[in-house]
């Protein structure tokens, strides 16, 4: 048994925790203030099976990686109005795969 | 040592709290927002020695494990009337017992 | 790879996340509810090399260690005016290194 600890940004952690149910995996959503990426962060605890581990990260992957994106207006609320295409980084992961003696569910 | 990470539903959070202090055991309350059972819920970091990771799940077991119970007005916020008593599930607990590699308290 | 857990108290929290990103630790900062210092707390989780955890440890101890502070004023909204001198502790941190059989930032 593990536990999977994943850091992702806010913006991608509804879609995570859909792709997480659809794929019959347990994930608590903590919630997360501030944090290494500047539009504030969620933590997920998700505990699978060793041989599952690969599943989840890819999921992870998939839903909260980090990407271009051509930033659109409701990004930006500066006032000005966006003259040229702006890429901006997004999503973005930090998972940590932790060792289980004992699972336990009451 | 160990830390037991016990995920529980908020409603049983205040009565597991004070069992963990009544019982000598310093228990950490993490926001959490949301999760798998529909009410939200609250993670618990609790610190302790190996030998005392029964105890600890057992107190987290007897406050706050799955259980019918049966509905009262307060619980159901609709606007309908109670004709029957309607039998819900409350409480539920997942826990992971992690290795600890070493412990500081300064 | 290790995963130290940090507990801290709410005050020591800002200038313990300067204190990481002044020396590169990536830290994330969960929000975090009461728990068993009485004005709230705050967890860490920071990610390291093994032969970096002492350091990290270090940097908790300088900023959030437990220490006794002279109360002024805005420490105490009781109302009342200070009369005497009158020593409080403060701070206090509470550190899990738990082992980490993967590491992957997508
Ligand atoms: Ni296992
Ligand atoms: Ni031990
Ligand atoms: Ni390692």
Known sequence: MKLVIAIVQKEDSNNLQRAFVQNDFRATKLATSG?????????????????KVDDVLKIIKQESRARE???TPHMLSTGYEIT???KITV????CFVV????????
Chains 1, 2, 3 share one sequence.
Do not use: H
Request: hydrophobic residues 35%.
């Open 35 to 51: 944090g290494f990426l500047s539009q504030g962060n969620t933590t997920f605890l998700i505990g699978c099976e060793d041989e």
């Open 69 to 71: 994106e051509i930033a």
């Open 99 to 106: 060792p289980v003696d004992e699972f336990k569910r009451f």
């Open 91 to 94: 999503g973005g992961a930090t």
């Open 84 to 86: 040229q295409p702006l």
